[in-house]
Every structure is written in C-alpha cells, then in structure tokens.
C-alpha cells in the first residue's frame, strides 16, 4: 500500500509539475541581469561578474563590489580563483585586481599587478600546476603571475609570422606545458607553447571552417579538453583535434556554454535555454530548460544545484535536491489526509472555500458538500475505509470513497476533531460534544455554557479535555473543572492532543503548554524555538516527533523529551508559511497551507548532513568598512559600536539556517537571525566572539574564532595610570610633608604657650601665697607697736623687708637655686619665730651629696609645709615647739621632709571638729601638678599623723617629692 502511494505521488509530480526554479534579479540585490560568469570559490560563495561590477552570494545577500571597493574596473568578464585563495577578476580596461582574506587588491595599493595592455580586455584565465597563474588579453598577448612577480608575452612577432594571424583567447595545460591556440589566414591551427615559445600545426579548415571563427571557452572534461568555437564544439585530446558529437543533438544556435559534471552535458545554446545531454544517447535523460533565454554561464555548486546565468534575465537556481512536493490546488487549504482504499490512493484536502477536493492520479475533482458562504471546511479525518468525515463550518459530512456519495450527519459546524482507537471519533462543534461510533453520530449537551469551543482530547472515556476561546476545561463523569486559567487566560486554544499521557495544547498566541496530571509541565514559545508569533494551529504526534503547525511554518519537537529539532518554512520549499493542518503517513509529511499542499519526506529530514561552514564577511565601524577579518584583528579603542559580519554559505535553505553567538569559551550561546552582530562600547583589552550553525537537519557547525584586541588610547594605559599613580603620591606625599610640618609648628607653638601659661600660672599661685604672709607679717609688726615694743618691731620690719624684696625677686624667676630657696625660707623662719615670741626652735639639714649652687627649682615650695606646720602644728601654750626640714635626693627627685612636734592631725580634728587642708597646702599641691604636666615627671605630697602611725611623740610628717632639675 505504501509503496502504491508514493509511485502515485511521483507520477502525479512529473505529471503536474514541470522543473522548479529559483529566479534572482536586480530586486534581490544583484546589481544587474546581465551576468557574464558565474563560479563557486572554495569557501562555497557564489560570484557573479556582470557589467557594473562583481557580486559574492552566501544564499541569503549578495555583497557588490565596485571600483568603490577596489575593484579595477566595474565591466567584468570572467574570474577565477587560484590555490592560495586569490580570487582573479578578468576586467574590460586590461587591469588587474584580485580578492583575498575581505580585502580587494589592485596596482593601487599592490604595485606589482601594473601592467599596461595597449587598450585590449581581459578574456581568460588559467592556473597551471605550478600554481603560476596565465591571463590572455584581447589583442593575443599573455600575462604570467608567478609568485609576487608579473611577466607579459607579447605575440606580436608570431602574428608577423604567420601572416596576420588570429590569437586565441583561450589557455590550457597539456602535460606540463601551458598552450594556446593560433589560427592563420590559411585556416591552419597551431599551438604556441608559452614556456618553449614553440609552435605546432595542429588542424586545418576541416576542423574550424569560418575564417572568423574563435575558440571562446575550454573545459577540462576527463581525459580531453573541451573548447567550444562559434559553432562548433572540439576535442583536444593527445595532441589532436576533432569535432565532438553530443547524442543525438543538433544545434541551431551557437553554442555558449558547455559544463561536464560526469553524468551529463550541459549546453547553453544560444537563445535557446539550456539542454542536459546524456552520455550514452538515451532521450530520456535529455532535458530542456530555459527556453528562448540566453544562458551565458551554467555552474553546479558543492550541493548539487544547478545556476544558469543569462544575458539580460538575472540567475535562474535549480535545487536539484530539494525534497517537496508542491500542488498549488486552491488559496486557502485548510485540512487534508491521505487515503489508500481498495488499491486506490486519493488525497482529500479540505479548502477554505468550502470545496473538498479528492486528488487522484487521473486529475482532480471537487465533491459538493451542501456549499454556502463563508464556509470552511475545517478538518478531514480518515477513520474507516469507506468513511471519511469531513468537518465544515455549516456542518458535518461523511464521505465513502467506494461508492462516491456524501451523507450528512449533523447540520452542526464541526471545529476540531479527536480521533481515539478502535475507530471512535470525537467531534467538537461550537456548542456540541459528538461523537462517531459505529457508524453513527451520538451528541452531548455543552457542559460549559455560554462559551465557543475550540478543541477536544479524550483520555479516556470518562476523561476528557475541552478549551474553548478563553479556557481549558477538564470533564469527568459529566463534572466541570477549570484548568491553568491563570496561564492560558492571555488567548484562546486552537488544538489539544494527548501524547504518552500528557496534554499538549496549542494557543492562539501564547506559544504550547504541557500538562502532566493537571499540573503545568512546560510552556513553550519563542525562546525555545518555536517559531515567532506563537500562533500554534495544529499538533500532530508520530513515533518519535510533535509536529506544530503555526501561522509562521512548523516546529518539529522531541516526542519524549520535548527538545525543539528544526522548523521547516517556505525556504525549505512550503508554498506558505501559515500552516493550518499536517499529518504524518508511511514517511510523508502531508501540510495543509494557505497557498496549497506540501509533501515532504520525512526520511530526508531524519538524514544527518553536514553543518555550513561559518565565515567573517566584514568588520565595520559605522559607514567605514574593514575588509580584513583575519584571526585577531587590533583596534583602536572607540566609543561606539562596530559591527561583525558573518554567514554560512548554503543554497538549499538558506533562511532555515540557525545562528548561535557567544562572547569567550565559557559563556552561553545566544541564538540570532542577524549575521551582523554589533559590538558596543568595548574595553581595553583581547575579546573573543565565536560563531556557529546549523541546518535544519545538521549538528553545529564547528565554532569560529573571531578575536579583537582593543588598543587602550595613551591615558587607558599602564604607564599612564602608573605616572598618575606616582603623581597622586607625590602630591599627598607633598601634602603630607606639609601638613606634619605644620602640625609640629602647632604643636610646638601650642606647647611653648602651655609652658607660657603654666610658668604665669606657677607665678600667679606664688603670687597667692604672697598676700597671705605679708597679712601674717604686718599683724605681727602691728602687734608689736601695739605693746610698745619698738625695737623688737623695727628689727622685724627690718628682715620682713628683706625677706620681701628676696620674695620679689624670686616671683620673678621660673626656676631658683636651692641655695637662694634656703636663704629664704631661713629668713621666713626667724621672722616667723620672732613672731611667735621664740616658742619654737628649727633647723634645716640638706644632704652633703646635693651641690645647693646646682639644683634649680620652683620658688617658694617648702615655705607653705612650713607656715602650715607653724600655724596648725604649734599650739599657742607650747614653749617648746621644734620644726625641722630635711631636703635629700632620691633618685630622679627632690625630696624635703617638714616635721614638727606640735599636736598632730587627729588632735586638730577633735578640737576644730574638721579639719581642712590649709589653703597654702592646696595651692602647693596645684603647682606640684603644674610641673608634672610642665616637665612630665610627678610629684607628690605625703602627709603623715604620727599619732595615727604608732610614734612616740605627736605632731605632723609631710614629704614632698618634686622632680629634679639640675639646672638643664
């Protein structure tokens, strides 16, 4: 049965269709029709010489050059490309130009292309197997490039030789040798070794009969060389030539183009298209095409397609491997299934007129199926051999191909169909559940009420799934339940299916979800490939693949893993991209769109082929254009963008080729549709983009490395940020430096004025106890005046005035002897005892280590320990009072010991009931700590009761420690 059905697709195409063909004009970028040559470079790029310059197609853009770009004229002959990859360019003003890594070369910028040529063309190209390459010109001369180095050949001197004779345009290698052919005026044609300067007779007229013949082209072909003259075609093979007969063919028309691709001949003939000559004279391999065009090139690519140019009419592209079938049988199809019925094959396609169109090998008819306006039929469905159920908008139809008759079976618009096993099909209508059984069609009532429905999935026969244009609703034994509102809110839903229990559903713009158990699974859409638009119309399951149809091709899915695989879209060959219904049967993928039908086998996609090769066409910044893409390319750093272009070169689907990018190995590919990929803003430093892809029904291509180093500007560099890094030191260096020395300055300043005040401070409080003596002195005088006791008075004023002019000068110093303190305060003693009526005696010991001249120290000291030992020590009915003061060193101090006998400290307390450090002695423990801060060594005051520390006697101890100052 299988095999019956696809001899009968292949007689239908042979008998509907005639070749197919891609046609390419000026308005898909070539930059004109007429297109002198053709060739495919080794990368796989087509290039196209036309008279305003020379084109490179990828199978996506042509890319133009010009003289703009370089090129050394824009009429261009014919190009070849050599083995280093150069790609020569045969002008019409003689010059030399070649393309090689993006990047034209001419005698402009490569001097050793100059080569005058006295006004004659280019007219063809050879490379011999030295690699050396040989040009002819218009006027017989010849041009070598070896190497760097150009050589020109002029045959002037053999044209004066062999009387005025015509020099071939036309090169080739025999053996070793590099030859061209010569004919003279007696029709006798020679060669002319290029290396031996030699000639050979080879022919006469018998072979090349019109004196204005000339061989136009040469063509390796076997073991022979083919060379085709205005109306001949020669053989030249071991030195000898001979016309070639091709078959049974008979040119009327010159012959312009010869291609031998090991199977067939081509021919261009003329204006008469292109004829395909078998080798072994069988007619049915011959084949006609492009009749009454002028081919003037014909090439078959890497892939196996076929490129015919013409003279006026652009590029015709015959894909010669594509693998769809196409019948254009109405504007709208809607549904189709195959169908194989009593060794009878049909096609029943459904369209969006209301026709119902059965396609057999005999031709095409259209069943009436109760037609009116506005009437689709919507879906097909093949479920018995004698029962094909057709779905319109106006109704539901079944059809038996036996005996050619339609029943109806509901006047109920029908939408989508569920077709579950054992031949049991559900129907779903606007407001009907139906279901055909037995060959009977049994309804249900809506179970959602007020609401179109769309859908229908039947788990089992209790469960079954239902999405209406707002909802997906979930009925069990006639219960309701509302399913995932929250995400399929956004549209409605245009198809369910149930693939190995999980619930595939296709929305009307929100992409596919799937659901296991109720449960959301996975939401598909654009980002996981599906194709943009997310308008899903269709799911179809087979053994291994989900197939989406949608409103922009189909997207083929995993069946068990979900994975996306590959979209199939009008540059694989669909008549139209919006796709409304697809099945799958025995290997054929059958597609319903709205420009007709497609078949397409499905063995042909499950063959792995070969990734494209990526390559880097371009680098631009802005409207400048850098046509070296070399492995690492070094650039100034710019602010801005430059743009990265790259392709894969492939013909058979160009557009079906996916694009994946990434900056470093270890980042993430990022899919694109551009093959320019902009570089924004790039840092200092080596960035790495790769590039790769992939055919619908390839692996990824092998990743290409594009590197680009960006060249810091003099402030982004080390040394700069090095000498900015010095200069900042240096700066706060500087600042530092200052800012130290000032705080000294400060520091010192503030520290001589603190010295300042303290030293008026230490004055001030010697100034304090001043007024306090002299008070005590002056009531003494006056007691003694008071008591007549004159003389007694007079003496005692006599010392109060010496004591008082010492006591002057010494306030005015910070610092006195030990031996000026010891003087004074023997004075202060003898008046203080005068005073005192003599009731008390002193002495004063210093130790015989100290040197009194040497040590220095603060006036007035000890004098208050010794007033306040007289005033608070000596009772007033004691007649035996004694005072005494010890001064010695110990250590780094001074220590002065004042005892006295007098009462004591407890004893001054019980008889005062408190008792208060005198006032002298607060102010002498205020200057102590004056010099601790002044000089930073302590001293301290001790005040011992001998009462309290067990002595024999009464009275007071009090020692004080100053620090000691030699006088430094």
Request: hydrophobic content about 35%; glycine content about 6%.
């Amino acid at each position: 049965m299988r095999l019956c059905l696809s001899s009968f697709l292949i007689i239908l195409q042979f008998a509907t269709h005639a070749a197919e063909y891609t046609h390419l004009t000026v308005k898909d970028g070539l930059p004109s029709n007429t297109i002198y040559f053709a060739m495919q470079d080794t990368k796989g790029f087509m290039w196209f010489c036309t008279p305003t310059g020379v084109c490179r197609y990828d199978g996506r853009k042509f890319e133009n050059f010009t003289i703009n770009e370089g090129l050394a004229d824009n009429e261009i002959f014919r190009c070849i490309e050599d083995s280093k990859g150069r790609v020569w360019f045969l002008s019409y003003n003689g010059k030399l130009s070649f393309f090689l890594n993006g990047e034209m070369h001419n005698s402009g910028n490569t001097p050793w292309l100059s080569c005058r040529n006295r006004g004659a063309f280019l007219l063809n190209a050879l490379e011999d197997k030295e690699g050396n390459v040989w040009f002819t010109t218009s006027l017989g001369d010849v041009i070598e490039i070896a190497g760097d180095h150009l050589t020109k050949y002029n045959l002037g001197a053999v044209s004066r030789q062999y009387n005025n004779a015509y020099l071939s345009s036309v090169l080739f290698q025999e053996n070793d040798s590099i030859k061209k052919f010569i004919r003279n005026d007696s029709d006798v044609v020679y060669t002319f070794n290029l290396i031996s300067h030699k000639l050979r007779k080879l022919g006469t007229v018998d072979i090349i009969s019109d004196k204005t013949a000339n061989l136009k082209d040469y063509i390796p072909a076997k073991d022979e060389n083919i060379f085709i003259a205005d109306k001949k075609i020669i053989s030249y093979r071991r030195a000898q030539l001979k016309l070639l007969t091709l078959n049974r063919f008979k040119a009327q028309y010159p012959p312009t183009y010869l291609l031998y691709d090991t199977a067939f001949w081509w021919l261009a003939i003329g204006d008469d298209g292109v004829y395909r000559l078998g080798s072994h004279s069988k007619k049915q391999d011959e084949l006609h095409l492009l009749p009454h065009e002028t081919v003037t090139c014909i090439v078959k690519d890497r892939e196996g397609n076929m490129w015919c140019t013409s003279y006026n009419n652009g590029i015709f592209l015959y894909k010669t491997q594509s693998n769809v079938q196409s019948y254009l049988l109405s504007k709208s199809i809607l549904s189709i299934t195959p169908v194989f019925c009593h060794k009878k094959q049909y096609i029943v396609a459904g369209c969006g007129n209301g026709d119902v169109k059965i396609i057999t090998p005999s031709g095409t008819k259209t069943l009436s199926c109760n037609k009116k306006p506005f009437d689709r039929v919507l879906g097909v469905v093949n479920i018995a051999p004698e029962s094909i159920v057709i779905e319109k908008d106006n109704g539901i139809f079944n059809y038996n191909p036996l005996a050619g008759s339609i029943s109806t079976l509901s006047n109920r618009p029908g939408n989508k169909s569920y077709f579950q096993k054992d031949s049991v099909l559900w129907l779903c209508g606007n407001d009907k559940i139906m279901c055909w059984k037995r060959g009977r069609l049994f309804f249900q009532n809506n179970p959602i009420p007020y609401s179109k429905l769309t859908s229908i999935a039947v788990l089992s026969d209790s469960v079954k799934y239902i999405g209406t244009t707002y909802r997906l609703y979930k009925l069990t034994s006639n219960q309701v339940h509302e399913i995932l509102s929250d995400s399929i809110l956004k549209t409605g839903i245009n198809d369910l299916n149930i693939v190995d229990g999980n619930l595939w559903v296709a929305t009307h713009g929100n992409g596919i979800f799937i659901l296991c158990h109720d449960t959301l699974l996975q939401h598909i859409d654009s980002k996981d490939g599906l194709l943009a638009g997310n308008i899903c119309q269709k799911i179809y399951a087979d053994d291994r693949r989900i197939w989406v149809a949608t409103n922009k091709g189909m997207t083929v899915f995993t069946r068990h893993t979900s994975e996306w695989l590959f979209n199939i879209t009008t540059s694989n060959g669909l008549s139209s991209n919006d796709v409304k219904s697809i099945i799958v049967d025995s290997n054929k993928l059958y597609i319903a769109t709205a420009e007709g039908i497609n078949i397409l086998n499905t063995q042909h996609l499950q063959d792995s082929t070969s990734p494209p090769q990526v390559y880097i066409t371009g680098i631009r910044q802005g409207d400048k254009s850098i046509l070296d893409p070399g492995a690492q390319y070094s650039y100034k750093y710019f602010k801005g963008f430059i743009t990265v272009s790259f392709t894969a070169v492939t013909f058979q689907s160009p557009l079906a080729v996916q694009y994946e990018y990434k900056f470093e190995e270890n980042a993430d590919w990022h899919k694109t549709q551009s093959t320019d990929i902009p570089l924004f803003d790039l840092s200092p430093g080596t960035h790495t983009l790769l590039f790769r892809a992939k055919k619908y029904n390839s692996q990824w291509s092998k990743p290409i490395v594009f590197s680009i180093l960006v060249n810091p500007l003099w402030y982004q560099r080390k040394r700069f940020f090095v000498l900015i890094i010095l200069l900042v030191v240096g700066i706060i260096s500087c600042a530092l430096q200052l800012r130290i020395k000032s705080i000294k300055k400060n520091a010192s300043e503030k520290t001589s004025l603190h010295k300042k005040i303290i030293e008026l401070r230490g004055n001030s409080l010697a100034h304090q106890m001043n007024p306090h003596f002299i008070f005590n002195s002056l009531n003494t005088i006056q007691q003694f005046i008071l008591v007549n006791e004159l003389t007694e008075g007079l003496n005692y004023l006599s010392d109060f005035s010496l004591l008082m002019r010492n006591m002057l000068e010494n306030s005015r110093k910070n610092q006195i002897s030990l031996k000026e303190e010891l003087v004074f305060l023997h004075r202060y003693l003898q008046l203080e005892r005068m005073r005192f009526e003599n009731k008390f005696n002193y002495e004063i010991n210093v130790d015989k280590r100290i040197s009194a001249d040497e040590i220095k120290l603060p006036p007035a000291l000890f004098q208050p320990l010794l007033e306040n030992a007289i005033k608070h020590g000596m009772p007033a009915n004691q007649q035996n009072g004694f005072i005494s003061l010890k001064i010695a060193v110990n250590n780094d101090f001074i220590e002065g010991i004042v005892e006295d006998n007098g009462k004591g400290i407890q004893a001054s307390v019980r008889t005062e009931w408190q008792w208060k450090a005198p006032t002298a002695l607060k102010v002498l423990e205020e200057r102590i700590s004056l010099l601790k801060n002044n000089n930073g060594k302590g001293g301290k005051i001790e005040i011992i009761d001998k009462a309290s520390e067990n002595y024999p006697e009464t009275g007071t101890i009090v020692k004080l420690l100053i620090p000691l100052n030699n006088g430094n």
